[in-house]
C-alpha cells in the first residue's frame, strides 16, 4: 500500500495515499472542488484551469529535515499562484484552500473566461438541468458580463461528427475529454483537435465520421452541450424525465443503464423512453454503454409489435382473448403427451426461462436454448468466482481471449480487457483474424479456422504464452464463436475450462462464454441446453417457441416446423415463426416489466418496468403461467414469485433475492450526484449492483475434467470455400434493425475474404459475388481481410444467410 | 574583441568543414569523447556559469546533471525554434557558424550519454535545415557523427526536425510533443524534460545559442568564459537589435554591456536622432521598460535588468522611440499572441481573444477609459493561471504599458 500522507482541505484534516490528486482526496470527503477538463477516468491534463486552489506546504528547515514551527504548529507557505487541485499530488502537511477568497477568485475569473466565448444558450441546449457549466454559472459566474455580446464568436451549430453525435461548435469549450476518452480509454482515437487558439475544434478523422461504438459516452462526460447524440438531441428537457435502472438487454456483459421516460403528446400521450444512460457498476460497465446498448432500444416502440394474442381459425390467424388463447395452447400441450419441445432464446429472463422450464419439466417434454454456441455447462462449472472484477486486473492477470471479436461481440468487455491490458495484464488474443483487441495484446495467435481447439490445446507447450498462462497469478479465459457453430463453441470451451479448471470459483480466475444474447448464461444454469439436430426436434412435436425465429433464421428449420404438430410462437414481433403458428402469444418488451439477467460474468442483475405494456401484451413468465395453468401446471406469474422458486430449484442461485440483487455499495469514483462535472451524466446505481451465482466450487462440489469431443473435419476441395460465421455488433437482428438510428451501421450482406482470394475469383473490395450454402444462394458485396487464410470467406451472423456454423460454400463473380 | 559565437565575422567561410577544422573545430569534442568522462564534461560547463540563451536563463551544466540515470536512452534537443518577435541570432549561428553549433550539440550529447540528438526547426527555416542537413552529412564522413567516434565506443547521430509553424513550438514541451508527431501543444510539467522528455525518456533541451558557446568552453576552460561578463551573468551574448534604431542586427557582447551602448555605439543610435522611449529587452514577450537615462545606463544582465521591472529573456532588444504609441505595440504584441496561442488552456485561449477586442478597439480611437482599465483587469487575470508561460508574456506589455505608459492609453481614448 501507498504510504498515507496527512492533509487538510478547507479546514478538514485527512489521509490520504500519497500520490493522491488534490481533487480526489477532497472528493473522498465529499468536498466538491469545480473541474472541467478532469475526469476521474482519465489521465489529468490541467488544461482548463477550473480547479484553482490555494495550496500551503510545510516550510521545511534545511539543517534539520523538520518543518518549522510557529506556535507548536508547523508553518505553511502558500505559494504565489493558484494551483489545478487535479493535478497537484497531495504531500505531508499540505494546506488547501479551495474556498478562499483567492481561490474562489481564481475559480470565478476562469468561468468568466469560458463565458466570454459561450453562447448560454441553456434555454434550448440538450444539457440544460444537468450541465457542468450551467451549474458552474450559477455558482462563479459573473451577473453581468463585460464581454461585449457583439464580439462573441460564432460558430456553426449542428456539425455532425457521425451519424449519431452532433456537435455544437459554439458550445465547446475545448476540455478534451472527449478526445481522449476515444484515445484512453476507447482505444480509438476517431476524433481530435484542430487549429489552435480561440479557433480550436473538435474535428472527426475517420470517414464515416466518428467510427466508433462508444460514440455515445463522449456526450455523458462532455461537460457542456456541445456534444449531444442523434437520438436524444432536441428530445425532452432534463428534468422532465424518470429514471428508471435497468440492465442492457443486447449483450452479454449486461451494462447497466437507466431508461429516461416521459409523457409525450407526440405519442398520444403515453409514457415513452427518450434515452438510455449508463448507470454506475465499477465491476461491470464502470460508466460507460457501446452505442448499440445506448441507441437500440427503439424495437421496443416499434408500433407493429404483438399486441393481441392470436390463434389460428381456418388456416388464419384472428385476434383472440388470452384466456382462449392459453386455453387452446395449454390443452395443447397437456394432451401432448410429453412430445413437447419449449425453444427458447437467451434474450428472455431468468423469470422467464425458470418458468419454461418448469412446464417443460411438468409436461415431460424438453427445454432447448435456440442457440449456436454451446459451453455454457462448462462457464456454469468454472465461470468466474464471486468478486470478480475486469477493472482491478493489472499486473499478474493473465487473460486469454479465444475465437472472440470482443469489439464486435461484447463491445464493453472489449474496453475492459483493454482497460486491463493497460494496466499491466497480459492479453492474449487467439483467433483466424485479426481484431481490434489485437492492438492492445501482449501476444496474439493466429490459426486456421478449423483449428481452434488444437491450437487452444497448444498454447500451454508455447515458451511465453505458456508461462504467462500456467504461472498467472490470475487467469481469466473468455471464449467466443468467431468462426464457430455449436459444436466447435462445444470443443472450444471444453479446451478453455481445462486451462482454468484449477482455478475455478476464485476472484478473478475462470472461464467466461462470450454468448450472442445476454442472459444465455442464464439459460444454462437454469438447465436450458441446445442441440446440434434442431430440425428432427421440432418434427411432430408440440412446439412452444418464444423469443426466437428459427422460421425466419433457416428455411430448413421453417420446414421443420410446418412438419410440428402443433406451435405456439411468443413473441414481440410477428416473426416468421409466428407465421406458423398455432398460436401466437403477445409479450412485453422487458422494458415494460421486472426481471433479472445474468451475464457472462454469471452476476444476476436486476431490471425494472420503465414504461407501460404496449397494448395487451404480457409479461413472458406471466403468459407462461397461464398457459401453464391450462395444461395442469402450476406456476408463479409474480416476477418475485418466480425469482423465489427459481432460488430454492436451482442451486447456483441459492441464497439470492430481490433485495440482495437491489443492494448498493459505495463505488468510486463518486458520480452522478449533483457535481455533474466530476464524473458526467452518467447515473449513481442505487437500484441494484446485482450479485454472482455460487459456483461449483463455493459449493464444495468437484468438477469432473471436461473432454474435448473429436469434430469431423470440413476440408473445402479445390474450387470450395470454408465458410465461417462471424459476429457483426450492428445486424439485421429483431432488436437492432428496429432502429432507424442505426440503419446505416447494419449495411448489406457481405462476405469478406482475403485479397488474393478475391483476386483469384475476379472480385474487388465492394463488389458482388454469389454464394451458395447450406441450400441458399445470395449476392453479398466483398470486403477484404489480409489477416484470413485463403480459403475461408467469413459471413456475417444475422445478415440474412443461413450460417450456423462452419459450412463448405461456392463462390462465384457475378 | 575576437567573437566566440559569430566567428563568422572574423573567419570567412567558417561554415566550410576545412576551415572549421584548420580553426580548431572539433578538437573540444575529440577531447571530451577520448579524454574525459561525460560528468567532467557537465562539470566544466556547470562551472563555466553558463546559462541558457532561449529566455529562461537556467544554469546549463546544472540542467543536464538533472538527467536521470536510471532512464535510458538519453535524447539532446536543439531548440532552433526561434520564433520571438525581434529575435534572429540562432538563425545567423546556424548558417555562418553551423559546425561550432554542431559540435556544441555533440558535446552535450556525450555529457549526457545521448546517442541521438534532434536539431528542431521553425517551419519557416526549411532552407536552414537543408543546409544542416549537408553539414551533419560531412561530418559524417570526417568521422565527427556516426558509430565508434574516434575509435570509442561512443556513437551519435544528429537529426533536423522542421516544426509547422507554431510560436509555441519553441516552448520546450510543445516542442517534443511536435517532434513525437503529436499536437504542439505544452505539456504539464512537472516533470521536466531531463525526467520525461522526448518519448517519455530523459532529455536536455538547450537554446541553438547555448549549445554554440559549449565547444570553446571546453577548449578555453570555465574560468576563461567565467572571466567574460558578469558575477551573474557569465560569457557573452547575441544581442538580437532591432526597432527604430539605425543599424539593427546581431552584436554578440559581453553580459552588463549597457543598454546605451549597444543602442548608441553599436546600433547607430535612433532613426532620425530622436529620443528613445521605451525598450522591449525580450521580444514581444517583454515588459515595455521606459527608457529613461538609468535604464539606459543598466548593464544587460539578467538580475540589472530585473531591477527596470523587465527581463532580459533571449535578449531580442527592440527599441521604441517617440514616434510609436505604446498602444500601437500593445495591440500588435496581442495580435501576436492572439494568433499564437495554443488554445490549450482557459485563461490564455480566451483572455487573448478578448484583449484583442480591447486593444483594437483602444487603438483604433473606439474605446473609452473603462476599456483601458478592463485591458488592464483580463491581463491581470490571467496571470498566474496559465498552463505554460505563452500565457504570461502575453499579459506583460499590456500590464507594463498601461502603468508605465499611461497618457498613450488616454491620448487615443474618447472621454
Ligand atoms: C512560448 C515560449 C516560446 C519559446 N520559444 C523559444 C524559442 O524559440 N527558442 C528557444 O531556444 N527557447 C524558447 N523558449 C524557451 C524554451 O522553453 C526552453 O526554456 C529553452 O529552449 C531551454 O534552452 P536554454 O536553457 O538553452 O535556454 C520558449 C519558451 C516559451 C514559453
Ligand atoms: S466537445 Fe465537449 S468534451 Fe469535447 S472538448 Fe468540447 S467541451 Fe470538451
Ligand atoms: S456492451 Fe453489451 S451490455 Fe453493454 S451496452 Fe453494449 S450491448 Fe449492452
Ligand atoms: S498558456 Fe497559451 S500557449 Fe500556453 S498552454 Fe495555455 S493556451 Fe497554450
Ligand atoms: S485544470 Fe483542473 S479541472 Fe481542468
Known amino acids: 500500500m501507498r504510504k498515507q500522507v496527512r492533509l487538510t482541505i478547507d479546514d478538514r484534516q485527512i489521509t490520504a495515499p500519497a500520490g493522491t490528486l488534490i481533487v480526489n482526496a477532497a472528493k473522498q470527503i465529499g468536498i466538491d472542488i469545480p473541474v472541467f477538463c478532469y475526469h476521474p477516468k482519465m489521465e489529468p491534463v490541467g488544461m482548463c484551469r477550473m480547479c484553482l486552489v490555494e495550496v500551503g506546504r510545510p516550510i521545511i528547515d534545511r539543517n534539520t529535515g523538520q518543518p518549522v514551527l510557529e506556535d507548536g504548529q508547523p508553518k505553511i507557505q502558500f505559494g504565489p499562484k493558484l494551483e489545478t487541485a487535479c493535478t497537484t499530488p497531495v504531500s505531508e502537511g499540505m494546506v488547501v484552500r479551495g474556498m478562499s477568497e483567492k481561490a474562489k477568485a481564481g475559480q470565478n475569473e476562469i468561468v468568466e473566461f469560458l463565458l466570454t466565448s459561450h453562447p448560454l444558450d441553456c434555454p434550448i441546449c440538450d444539457k440544460g438541468g444537468e450541465c457542468p457549466l450551467q451549474n458552474l454559472t450559477m455558482e462563479h459566474g459573473p451577473g453581468k458580463s463585460r464581454f461585449l455580446y457583439d464580439e462573441k464568436f460564432h460558430l456553426e451549430k449542428r456539425v455532425p461528427l457521425g451519424d449519431l453525435i452532433f456537435l455544437d461548435r459554439e458550445r465547446c469549450i475545448q476540455c478534451a475529454r472527449c478526445i481522449r476518452f476515444q484515445d484512453e480509454i476507447a482505444g480509438e482515437p476517431v476524433i481530435g483537435f484542430y487549429n489552435r487558439g480561440r479557433a480550436t475544434d473538435i474535428v472527426t478523422y475517420t470517414d464515416p465520421g466518428f467510427d466508433s461504438v462508444f460514440s455515445g459516452n463522449t456526450t455523458d462526460i462532455c461537460p457542456v452541450g456541445a456534444l449531444t447524440t442523434s437520438d436524444f438531441r432536441f428530445g425532452a428537457r432534463t428534468w422532465e424525465l424518470k429514471s428508471t435502472a435497468s440492465v442492457c438487454g443486447q449483450c452479454p456483459v449486461g451494462c447497466n443503464i437507466v431508461f429516461n421516460t416521459r409523457r409525450e403528446a407526440k405519442a398520444d400521450g403515453r409514457i415513452v423512453i427518450k434515452r438510455v444512460m449508463p448507470r454506475q457498476n465499477e465491476q461491470v460497465n464502470e460508466i460507460w454503454l457501446c452505442d448499440k446498448g445506448r441507441f437500440a432500444y427503439h424495437y421496443t416502440e416499434n408500433g407493429a409489435r404483438l399486441s393481441r394474442p392470436l390463434v389460428k381459425k381456418n388456416g388464419k390467424l384472428e385476434a383472440s382473448s388470452w384466456d382462449e388463447a392459453a386455453a387452446i395452447a395449454g390443452g395443447k400441450l397437456r394432451s401432448a403427451d410429453g412430445e413437447v419441445v419449449v425453444l427458447a432464446s437467451g434474450r428472455l429472463s431468468n423469470e422467464d426461462l425458470f418458468n419454461l422450464k418448469s412446464l417443460a419439466d411438468g409436461l415431460g417434454g424438453k427445454a432447448l436454448l435456440y442457440t449456436q454456441m454451446g459451453g455454457g455447462d462448462l462457464t456454469a462449472r468454472f465461470g468466474v468466482g464471486a468478486g470478480t472484477n475486469f477493472g482491478e486486473m493489472g499486473a499478474g492477470t493473465t487473460i486469454l481471449v479465444a475465437a472472440s471479436d470482443l469489439y464486435n461481440e461484447a463491445p464493453v468487455w472489449h474496453l475492459r480487457v483493454k482497460g486491463a491490458a493497460k494496466r499491466g495484464a497480459t492479453v492474449i488474443v487467439a483467433n483466424g483474424r485479426e481484431t481490434k483487441l489485437d492492438a492492445f495484446a501482449k501476444y496474439v495467435v493466429r490459426y486456421a479456422y478449423g483449428d481452434e481447439v488444437e491450437t487452444i490445446n497448444g498454447l500451454q507447450q508455447k515458451e511465453k504464452i505458456g508461462e504467462a498462462i500456467t504461472s498467472a497469478e490470475n487467469l481469466v479465459v473468455l471464449f467466443g464463436s468467431d468462426g464457430l457453430g455449436l459444436n466447435g463453441t462445444s470443443n472450444l470451451a471444453a479446451a478453455c475450462a481445462e486451462l482454468v479448471q484449477g482455478r475455478a470459483g476464485k476472484p478473478n480466475n475462470g472461464l467466461i462464454g462470450v454468448w450472442p444474447k445476454a442472459n444465455d448464461q442464464g439459460a444454462w444454469e437454469i438447465g436450458f441446453r441446445p442441440t446440434d439436430d434442431l430440425s428432427s426436434e421440432l418434427k411432430g412435436k408440440t412446439v412452444y417457441v418464444v423469443a426466437a425465429d428459427p422460421a425466419g433464421d433457416d428455411p430448413q428449420l421453417a420446414a421443420a416446423l410446418k412438419e410440428a404438430k402443433f406451435v405456439i410462437a411468443q413473441e414481440l414481433f410477428q416473426t416468421a415463426t409466428a407465421d406458423l403458428a398455432d398460436v401466437v402469444l403477445p409479450a412485453q418488451a422487458y422494458t415494460e416489466r421486472d426481471g433479472s439477467f445474468t451475464s457472462g460474468e454469471r452476476r444476476a442483475q436486476r431490471f425494472y418496468a420503465a414504461v407501460p405494456a404496449f397494448g395487451e401484451s404480457q409479461a413472458d413468465y406471466a403468459i407462461t403461467a397461464l398457459v401453464a395453468d391450462a395444461a395442469g401446471v402450476e406456476l408463479a406469474d409474480s416476477a418475485g414469485q418466480v425469482f423465489e422458486n427459481l432460488v430454492v430449484t436451482v442451486e447456483a442461485f441459492a441464497g439470492l433475492t430481490y433485495e440482495i440483487l437491489a443492494e448498493t455499495a459505495e463505488q468510486w469514483p463518486v458520480v452522478g450526484r449533483g457535481d455533474m462535472y466530476y464524473g458526467g451524466t452518467t447515473y449513481e446505481n442505487t437500484r441494484g449492483l446485482g450479485a454472482h451465482l455460487v459456483g461449483w466450487g463455493e459449493r464444495g462440489e468437484t468438477a469432473s475434467r471436461p473432454r474435448v469431443q473429436e469434430e469431423t473435419e470440413l476440408r473445402p476441395k479445390e474450387g470450395q470455400w470454408l465458410a465461417v460465421p462471424v459476429t457483426k455488433l450492428y445486424d439485421q437482428g429483431l432488436t437492432v434493425r428496429s432502429s432507424k438510428l442505426l440503419e446505416s451501421h447494419i449495411g448489406a450482406a457481405t462476405v469478406t475474404l482475403h485479397p488474393e482470394a478475391a483476386k483469384r475469383l475476379g472480385a474487388g473490395a465492394g463488389e458482388l459475388v454469389e454464394i451458395s450454402l447450406n441450400g441458399t444462394t445470395a449476392q453479398v458485396s466483398v470486403l477484404l481481410d489480409e489477416t484470413v487464410s485463403a480459403s475461408v470467406a467469413l459471413l456475417p451472423r444475422g445478415m440474412g444467410l443461413p450460417i450456423s456454423g462452419p459450412v463448405v460454400a461456392g463462390l462465384k463473380k457475378v | ?415
Open chain 2, 1 to 415: 574583441m575576437a567573437h566566440i559565437i559569430l566567428r563568422h565575422r572574423d573567419i570567412p567561410e567558417l561554415n566550410t568543414l576545412p576551415v572549421y577544422q584548420r580553426n580548431g573545430g572539433f578538437a573540444a569534442f575529440k577531447k571530451a569523447v577520448t579524454g574525459m568522462k561525460p560528468e567532467e564534461v557537465t562539470a566544466v560547463v556547470k562551472n563555466s556559469g553558463l546559462r541558457g540563451r532561449g529566455g529562461a536563463g537556467f544554469p546549463t551544466g546544472m540542467k543536464w546533471g538533472f538527467m536521470d540515470n536510471n532512464n535510458w536512452p538519453h535524447y539532446v534537443v536543439a531548440n532552433a525554434d526561434e520564433s520571438e518577435p525581434g529575435t534572429f541570432k540562432d538563425r545567423e549561428i546556424m548558417e555562418g557558424n553551423p559546425f561550432q553549433f554542431l559540435e556544441g550539440v555533440a558535446i552535450a550529447s556525450y555529457a549526457v550519454g545521448a546517442n541521438a540528438a534532434y536539431v528542431y526547426l521553425r517551419g519557416e527555416f526549411w532552407q536552414v535545415a537543408a543546409f544542416l542537413d549537408q553539414k551533419i552529412e560531412e561530418m559524417e564522413q570526417a568521422g565527427f557523427l556516426g558509430d565508434k567516434l574516434f575509435g570509442t565506443d561512443y556513437s551519435l547521430r544528429i537529426y533536423t526536425h522542421l516544426g509547422a509553424g507554431a510560436y509555441i513550438c519553441g516552448e520546450e514541451t510543445a516542442l517534443l510533443e511536435s517532434i513525437e508527431g503529436k499536437r504542439g501543444q505544452p505539456r504539464l510539467r512537472p516533470p521536466f524534460p531531463p525526467s520525461f522528455g522526448l518519448y517519455g525518456k530523459p532529455t536536455v533541451v538547450n537554446n541553438v545559442e547555448t549549445l554554440t558557446n559549449v565547444p570553446l568552453i571546453l577548449e578555453n576552460d570555465a574560468d576563461w568564459y567565467k572571466s567574460l561578463g558578469t558575477a551573474d551573468s557569465a560569457g557573452v551574448k547575441v544581442f538580437s537589435l532591432s526597432g527604430r534604431v539605425k543599424k539593427p542586427g546581431n552584436y554578440e557582447l559581453p553580459f552588463g554591456t549597457t543598454f546605451r551602448e549597444l543602442i548608441y555605439t553599436h546600433g547607430g543610435g535612433i532613426i532620425d536622432d530622436r529620443p528613445v522611449k521605451g525598450i522591449m529587452a525580450a521580444g514581444a514577450s517583454s515588459s515595455i521598460i521606459v527608457a529613461d537615462e538609468k535604464a539606459l545606463d543598466t548593464p544587460m544582465d539578467y538580475a540589472s535588468v530585473r531591477t527596470l521591472g523587465g527581463d532580459l529573456g533571449s535578449a531580442s532588444v527592440i527599441v521604441l522611440d517617440d514616434t510609436i504609441g505604446i498602444d500601437w505595440v500593445v495591440n500588435k504584441t496581442i495580435h501576436f499572441f492572439k494568433h499564437e496561442s495554443c488554445g490549450k488552456c482557459t485563461p490564455c485561449r480566451e483572455g487573448n481573444y478578448w484583449m484583442q477586442h480591447l486593444t483594437e478597439r483602444i487603438h483604433s480611437g473606439q474605446g473609452d477609459a473603462s476599456d483601458v482599465e478592463l485591458l488592464n483587469s483580463v491581463a491581470r487575470q490571467m496571470q498566474g493561471k496559465c498552463l505554460c508561460a505563452l500565457g504570461e508574456f502575453a499579459t506583460m506589455a499590456v500590464v507594463t504599458g498601461i502603468e508605465r505608459f499611461p497618457e498613450d492609453f488616454s491620448v487615443k481614448t474618447r472621454v
